[in-house]
């Protein structure tokens, strides 16, 4: 192989990181672009860490935070649930005595894809990447509906009947929403992630290990 | 100038590990505020045991009825069962502690010890009961 031939490869091959970057770059942008002109921000929180210390702050919260939204999500069910909303939390936000009836703002297909692409830029150090395994177990089944208790307000797949309480997130797909990473740093970590909310905390309760087969059993949910 | 740096970082640290391991909600809350804002999903807004998490159907959705009924708290029959300190350690350590269903989940970690001497006193305000 000659000078130029080396040459000609590396252009073109520098040319290929270009456009693969600059185009990414383009999608990554353009759904920072339509989070903001849809006015996303003002119900979702995209930059940390958590502000809210009291009852108050949280009661006046229009949405959930989306700070660490590439940790806590699978992409694919990002963007499809963006163009296609469904209810995830069964009760109207904040509430509990009132059902979720509110028709979440869709985006068309592209543009879903586009702020997928943008908010699983979003991430946390927090969450310890490869830390669980995401699976079907009996122990994390016992913990869940029996041991502590977290199917008292969370709802979840017992055969084909779905069975829970309603003041937490709809768990019975979760395996399709959520990362068993983020479950995990979810409990072991709670005033990272969500310092005022419903649900007790459960650090020093559940210990390191089973909060780690807790999540992979929650993040299996499908 | 890096000594003080140092210093500052360490004070810094300090408080950072101090507010995220200090239990119990760093505000000032009343035991009603605590009450509605974690009891009554279970237990209600008027305390009788019928929240959404336990009567589901009751706020139109389609999902069984819990398996265990979350006490009545404004019953005094169910609630002269109890002594303070037993109602201490149900919230707590929850059910598990009281050898109670697991469903009544553990708030010792939520909340301080006096919050929950507090709440105990306002369940003895809604039973207007004394206990055994």
């Given amino acids: 192989m000659n000078v130029s031939k080396v040459g000609q490869l590396m252009a073109s091959l520098s040319l290929t990181v270009f456009v693969v970057v600059f185009s990414w770059n383009i999608s990554y942008a353009d759904g920072k672009g339509i989070f903001a002109s849809k006015n996303c921000g003002s119900c979702h929180q995209i930059q940390g860490p958590a502000a809210e210390k009291t009852f108050e702050d949280q009661q006046k919260k229009k949405g959930p935070e989306l700070w660490y939204a590439g940790s806590k999500f699978k992409k694919e069910w990002l963007g499809e649930w963006l163009a296609n909303p469904t209810a995830i939390r069964l009760l109207k936000y904040n509430s509990v005595t009132e059902k979720n009836t509110e028709k979440h703002p869709a985006l068309s297909k592209k543009e879903a894809d586009e702020v997928a692409d943008y908010l699983m830029m979003l991430t946390a150090k927090e969450v310890p990447v490869g830390a669980v395994t995401e699976a079907v177990n009996p122990q994390g089944k016992n913990m869940f509906q029996k041991k502590y208790g977290c199917v008292g307000c969370h709802s979840i797949k017992a055969g084909a009947q779905k069975v829970g309480g309603v003041s937490g997130p709809d768990l019975s797909d979760a395996g399709k929403r959520l990362k068993g990473d983020w479950v995990y740093a979810y409990l072991k970590e709670p005033k990272v992630f969500k310092p005022v909310k419903r649900m007790p905390i459960f650090v020093s309760i559940i210990n390191d290990n089973e909060m780690k087969t807790l999540a992979g059993f929650v993040a299996a949910q499908k | ?132």
């Fill in chain 2, 1 to 132: 100038m890096i000594m003080i740096r140092k210093m500052f970082l360490i004070a810094v640290f300090s408080v950072g590990i101090l507010a995220f391991t200090g239990k119990g909600t760093a505000f000032a809350v009343s035991a009603e505020e605590n009450y509605k804002f974690y009891c009554t999903q279970c237990h209600g807004m008027d305390g009788k045991g019928e929240g959404a998490n336990a009567k589901p159907k009751v706020v139109g959705i389609d999902l069984p009825e819990m398996s265990v009924t979350p006490r009545n708290h404004t019953s005094p029959e169910d609630m002269n069962k109890l002594t303070d300190i037993d109602i201490e350690n149900a919230i707590s350590g929850g059910g598990a502690a009281v050898s109670k269903s697991t469903i009544m989940p553990p708030w010792g970690k939520t909340l301080t010890e006096a919050e929950i001497k507090d709440l105990t006193a306002y369940l003895r305000k809604l039973c207007k009961c004394k206990g055994k």
